[in-house]
């Protein structure tokens, strides 16, 4: 595989990464489009045969924090857009859906969140976030352990009212064995 | 845990214990199974994740990289992405 079929072959976790990052699809597109040229344009630094898709993460990651922070309002604007197109296929978790998810998931503190989805749904090891979050391996264990704390206390006020053991225990148990 | 007691109640952790007990080695997640919140929180999470993960490349991520091709061999130089942006 060379440089630019590998770089295409990432780009699903790119944007899988970069939504959960900017909680926001059409920013994310913008991100990775970003990240891909930055990427090119730096191909002769990547070293053949490291983990390209943890240097493309660095790259989006250090895209991301450079300069669409800056535009955080308006991705914060846009999280009820987000949110509405997510309920539009929302996963089967009784009331616990996806956009009640995504929401939870936006209340974290950037760092946090990062942490979470590089460890928790990306595939990445401790090592390699560390990595990519350029920080010591321990400050990315602690990261992820404070956001899946907030997160339960997050999910845990959102749904007290409508959270029903019952449907909620079968939803997870299906899930789980599927 | 006080996290489970204030979604399930204390009336229903003891259930929700038990049931869980009953499943816990089908729980993907490994380290979380023995907290059914973290195990949910870690599937909605891989389940976001996913659901982009299975969308088709945008139309415009494709072009863009279809014109890789006609980019002349990258240079150190080649950093500024500003020019590059108007692909």
């Not at chain 2, 993960?53 to 139309?59: H, K, Q, R, S, T």
Request: charged share 30%; glycine share 6%.
């Amino acid at each position: 595989m060379n440089a630019r079929e590998e770089l295409i072959s990432n780009i699903p976790n790119l944007r899988a990464f970069a939504v959960s990052l900017s909680g926001n699809p059409e920013r994310a597109d913008d991100l990775v489009q970003e990240a891909l040229m930055k990427a090119w344009a730096n191909i002769d630094m990547f070293e053949v045969g490291t983990n390209m898709r943890a240097w493309l993460f660095t790259i989006l990651r250090n895209v991301y924090y450079s300069e669409f922070r800056k535009k955080r309002r308006e991705v914060e604007d846009a999280d009820g857009k987000m949110a509405a197109q997510l309920a539009s296929h929302p996963e089967q978790f009784g009331h616990l859906d996806m956009a009640d998810f995504r929401d939870a998931l936006n209340e974290l503190a950037p760092d946090q969140r990062e942490a979470l989805i590089l460890v928790g749904a990306s595939g990445f090891s401790y090592d390699e976030a560390a990595e990519i979050c350029d920080c010591a391996v321990g400050t990315v264990k602690s990261r992820v352990n404070r956001a899946r704390a907030r997160l339960a206390e997050l999910l845990s006020v959102q749904s007290s009212s409508e959270f029903g053991p019952d449907t909620q225990s079968r939803a997870i148990l299906s899930s789980a064995k599927s | 845990m006080c996290i489970r007691a204030l979604v399930f109640g204390r009336d229903d952790h003891q259930c929700w214990t038990h049931y869980m007990k009953s499943s816990e080695t089908d729980d993907p997640s490994g380290r979380d199974e023995d907290d059914p919140l973290q195990a949910l929180i870690g599937l909605q999470l891989r389940s976001l994740y996913d659901s982009v993960l299975a969308e088709p490349i945008p139309d415009r991520l494709t072009e863009l990289l279809a014109k890789l091709d006609d980019i002349p061999a990258p240079t150190k130089s080649g950093d500024d992405t500003s020019g590059a942006g108007s692909l």
